[in-house]
C-alpha cells in the first residue's frame, strides 16, 4: 500500500483512538463514582464500557500496523517494547506511546483474566487504564501530525476536559469507605 494511504490510516486511526479512549475513560470513572450511567442499566453499562474498550484496541492495533507499514514514520517493532528509543522524530512522544500501549496491554491481559486474577488484582491495574490515556494525550499531542490544528486542540482540550470533570464527579461522589464519617 501507498505510504499516504498508511499515513493516513495511522492519523485517522489515532485521532479515532484518542476519541474512543476519553469515551471510555468517562464512562469508567462515572460508574466508579456511581455505579451506573443514568439511563442505563448496570450491566448495560459495563457492556458499553467494555465494548468501547475492546474497539479502542482494535484501533490501536490498526494505528501501530497502519505506522509500522509508513516507511515516513518509521517505528520498528521494538518501538513497541522499549520506550523512548525509538530513531523516529520525536523519540519522546513516540516513548510516551509506547508506555500507553504498554499500559493498556496490562489492563487488557488482566481483564481477560479477571475472574483468575481476583477482583482488588484487577481494580489495582485497571488503574493504569488513567495512566494510559493520560501518556496517550501526551503522544497525540506532541507526535500527531495535525496536533496545531485548531480542529485537533479544540478536540485535544475537549478530551482533556471531559476525562478532568469525570475525575471530578469521580472524587465528589466516591462511596465513603465502610466506617468512615460521611
Given amino acids: ?20 479512549l476519553t469515551l471510555s475513560v468517562v464512562i469508567g470513572l462515572v460508574v466508579a463514582a456511581r455505579g451506573d450511567v443514568p439511563g442505563l442499566a448496570r450491566f448495560a453499562t459495563t457492556m458499553v464500557h467494555r465494548n468501547i474498550s475492546v474497539f479502542s484496541m482494535v484501533l490501536l492495533a490498526g494505528h501501530l500496523i497502519s505506522l509500522f507499514l509508513d516507511s515516513y514514520a518509521k517505528l520498528a517493532l521494538l518501538d513497541l517494547f522499549l520506550p523512548f528509543a525509538s530513531a523516529a522524530a520525536n523519540p519522546l512522544y513516540v516513548g510516551a506511546g509506547t508506555l500507553a500501549f504498554e499500559c493498556f496491554v496490562a489492563v487488557l491481559v488482566t481483564a481477560l ?8 488484582a484487577f481494580k489495582a491495574i485497571h488503574w493504569f487504564s488513567y495512566l494510559a490515556w493520560l501518556l496517550s494525550m501526551v503522544h497525540a499531542v506532541g507526535s500527531g501530525t495535525d496536533a496545531s490544528s485548531s480542529w485537533f486542540v ?29
Fill in 113 to 120: 483474566l479477571r475472574h483468575r486474577l481476583g477482583f482488588e
Fill in 1 to 20: 500500500m501507498p505510504d499516504e494511504l498508511m499515513w493516513a490510516i495511522g492519523r485517522g486511526t489515532g485521532v479515532a483512538l484518542l476519541l474512543s
Fill in 154 to 182: 479544540a478536540m485535544a482540550v475537549g478530551c482533556g476536559a471531559a476525562v478532568g470533570i469525570a475525575g471530578l464527579y469521580r472524587l465528589l461522589h466516591s462511596p465513603q469507605p465502610v466506617g468512615s464519617a460521611a
